[in-house]
């Protein structure tokens, strides 16, 4: 394979890791699927393809829809609530966020209820609402007729659809959320929290049975305040299970305002915090560190300043 076409699969990477990330929801398992890719451009008469672009996304929408279909049986089996893997704020993986669509459709929020979609819903959803593909291509991506993308695609939405809208949360805005959430916490008082809560609340987290974690969520306003309440009150046991203090940030994570709590330089827990016009619909702790490795490579590169709190 010539230097121009390596070169040619390089400029294509970013897009397809993006795609393969919010097909997946896993780092890993995207940076595997993109790879294969390549191996297959390698093996490929690339000087006999017309369209290289839309080539490199059949096939690794084909290999993640693949994954998709393995991914369920081993979830299946999976210790406690899985949930997907967070990108820190800036992360270039996280793809195009230019418009409401794009920036919706990498939410932790979503990437989280995208595992009630099918495989073919879910890739439908990610192509047309995240990447702007016409369903005329997605149709040619799934070899599926075009009505039927598009009837895949109303039909992942509403499984999709949201009682109340999210605004949207910039770096800043994110921080302030944070940082009233944590003053709550932290001073022990759950009317603060319930406050800031809806009603219909939930709080849940994914510990791959590496990380004490809750089974089932926490739902209701009083129940998640508790919950939190106690979760961000010091304790010796905590700092021993964690390795030191962790010292704990306000921050973005797939462009939703997320608390970072950091134990001498290592992401040991990243919880999003889903913002409706109404309040803090739902809190989303990922703490397996499995899925925190490329946080704590973010993090590291990240000017985050001072911590708000030191439990």
């Known amino acids: 394979?010539?230097?121009?076409?390596?070169?040619?699969?390089?400029?294509?990477?970013?897009?397809?890791?993006?795609?393969?990330?919010?097909?997946?929801?896993?780092?890993?398992?995207?940076?595997?699927?993109?790879?294969?890719?390549f191996l297959r451009w390698h093996a490929a008469d690339v000087d006999r393809i017309e369209v290289p672009e839309a080539w490199l996304t059949k096939v690794l929408t084909n290999l993640c829809l693949n994954q998709l279909t393995s991914a369920r049986a081993r979830r299946e089996t999976y210790v406690g609530q899985w949930l997907p893997e967070p990108l820190l704020g800036g992360d270039p993986m996280l793809g195009p966020a230019d418009t409401v669509e794009q920036r919706e459709a990498v939410s932790y929020a979503v990437l989280t209820l995208m595992e009630?979609?099918?495989?073919?819903?879910?890739?439908?959803?990610?192509?047309?609402?995240?990447?702007?593909?016409?369903?005329?291509?997605?149709?040619?991506?799934?070899?599926?007729?075009e009505a039927a993308s598009q009837q895949v695609f109303h039909r992942a939405k509403k499984h999709l659809a949201y009682a109340q809208a999210r605004p949207a949360?910039?770096?800043?805005?994110?921080?302030?959320?944070?940082?009233?959430?944590?003053a709550a916490a932290a001073s022990g008082q759950t009317d603060e929290l319930v406050r800031l809560l809806t009603k219909d609340a939930v709080a849940l987290g994914d510990g791959g049975g590496k990380v004490p974690a809750r089974t089932r969520p926490f739902e209701g306003a009083l129940a998640v305040a508790k919950f939190v309440a106690a979760m961000f009150t010091p304790a010796e046991g905590k700092r021993a299970a964690v390795g030191g203090p962790p010292e704990i940030y306000a921050w973005s994570a797939n462009g939703e305002p997320a608390v970072v709590?950091?134990?001498?330089?290592?992401?040991?827990?990243?919880?999003?915090?889903?913002?409706?016009?109404e309040g803090i619909t739902a809190c989303r702790t990922q703490a397996n560190p499995d899925k925190l490795e490329r946080a704590t490579a973010q993090w590291a590169r990240a000017d985050h300043g001072a911590p708000l709190l030191v439990m």
């Open 1 to 37: 394979m010539s230097v121009d076409h390596v070169e040619r699969f390089e400029l294509a990477r970013p897009r397809l890791q993006a795609i393969a990330y919010r097909l997946l929801g896993s780092v890993d398992e995207a940076q595997d699927v993109v790879q294969e890719t």
């Open 116 to 145: 009630r979609l099918s495989p073919d819903e879910r890739a439908v959803y990610v192509l047309r609402e995240a990447f702007d593909y016409p369903h005329r291509e997605i149709a040619e991506i799934l070899e599926i007729s």
């Open 169 to 182: 949360v910039d770096q800043a805005a994110a921080r302030r959320i944070v940082e009233e959430f944590l």
């Open 261 to 277: 709590a950091v134990v001498a330089g290592r992401v040991v827990a990243v919880m999003c915090l889903e913002v409706t016009a």
